[in-house]
């Protein structure tokens, strides 16, 4: 794994508990032990843990035992019932005044729950999920979206920082949550119109390459199509390019959009788009699409389409 430390980071060796060394935890927590800090790490997963020694994490046999001597401690876990869960068994094991980071994706009302569970037992907390994928994980490259007091924010920004390249406060509890949701919503409908413009422009006789040429340079221009272009062959580096490898997995946005979806209907906001976005995600991975790339929607679109064409004739 890439050796990374930040300029930006803290010069002083932390003690960080570390729990969930997955896909992201793993080169996460490899990257503070990287930067000289003190990591102590748990995963139920043996191959997690096995891995995560070899990286130079001190693996213990439990979370309480990851928690008791830190000053930070770190979640990146699968979902909000995780995180509530694994809070309820492990904030009464750390020492008074310690700062949870729950890098997590997961909804607003679990974020903001479990900062209040923390802040009722004596500790710190912010919510940081992510962009950035394992890439970013690895290469330290991530953005962290910061929900939290100014002071708490203050306090994680230097750990952060080893990291990631972009740390940004957005505001009280769940606030990282909720700017992570409402990106993750522009993205997935944005692939989605891409997806049918290409779509439709194929029906049009229109070639890939010309409408990307047009759209990149027009109104039409977004991330979804000049860096994850859902067609082979205009961006070389998009995942359509090697079989629709992810990349950002459609599994991984059906998850986010799920969240978007549960907090426009908490909130009674009217949001078709972002609804039937979820929709989409969501039977896309159902019907196994899930470990591909989230461009790969755009083979869904091509399949409806040429199933409407059939039953139209
Ligand atoms: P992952 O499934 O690879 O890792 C999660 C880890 O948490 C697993 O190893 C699991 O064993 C561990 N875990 C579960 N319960 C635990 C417990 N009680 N104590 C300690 N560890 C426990 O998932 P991932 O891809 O690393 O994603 C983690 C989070 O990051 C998710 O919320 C995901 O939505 C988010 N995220 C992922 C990506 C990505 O590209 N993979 C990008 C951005 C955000």
């Not at 770190?74 to 949870?100: D, N």
């Not at 924010?153 to 949701?181: R, W, Y």
């Not at 977004?222 to 062959?233: D, E, I, R, S, Y």
Request: with cysteine.
């Amino acid at each position: 794994m890439t050796s990374h430390k930040r300029p930006g980071g803290t010069s002083m060796s932390i003690s960080v508990g570390f729990l969930g060394l997955g896909h992201m935890g793993g080169p996460m927590a490899s990257n503070l032990v990287n930067a000289g800090h003190n990591v102590v790490g748990f995963d139920p997963v043996p191959a997690a843990l096995e891995q995560a020694g070899k990286a130079g994490v001190s693996v213990v046999e439990s979370a309480e035992a990851a928690v008791g001597g830190s000053d930070v401690v770190i979640t990146m876990l699968p979902s909000g019932q995780h995180v509530l869960s694994l809070y309820e068994q492990i904030l009464p094991a750390a020492k008074p005044g310690t700062l949870f980071i729950d890098c997590s994706t997961i909804d607003v009302a679990d974020a903001r729950t479990a900062h209040q569970q923390a802040v009722e037992a004596g500790h710190r907390a912010v919510d940081a999920p992510v962009s950035g994928g394992v890439v970013g994980a690895t290469a330290g490259t991530l953005a962290f979206m910061v929900g939290g007091s100014e002071q708490d924010f203050t306090a994680a920004e230097p750990i952060l920082d080893v990291m990631g390249k972009k740390v940004v406060h957005c505001g009280s509890p769940g606030n990282g949550q909720a700017a992570k949701i409402c990106n993750n919503m522009i993205l997935g409908v944005s692939m989605i119109a891409v997806s049918e413009a290409f779509v439709l422009g194929e029906k049009l006789g229109l070639s890939n390459q010309a409408l990307f040429d047009v759209a990149s340079n027009a109104s039409g221009q977004c991330w979804a199509l000049v860096a994850n272009c859902p067609v082979p062959g205009p961006v070389p580096t998009s995942p359509a390019n090697r079989d629709y490898e992810p990349g950002f997995a459609a599994s991984l946005m059906d998850k986010d959009l799920g969240l978007a979806a549960n907090a426009l209907r908490a909130n009674g906001v009217e949001a078709d788009l972002g609804l039937r976005a979820a929709e989409l995600y969501s039977s896309f991975n159902a019907a196994g699409g899930g470990g591909q790339d989230f461009s790969a929607i755009i083979k869904d679109v091509r399949e409806r389409s040429s199933r409407k064409t059939e039953a139209d004739q």
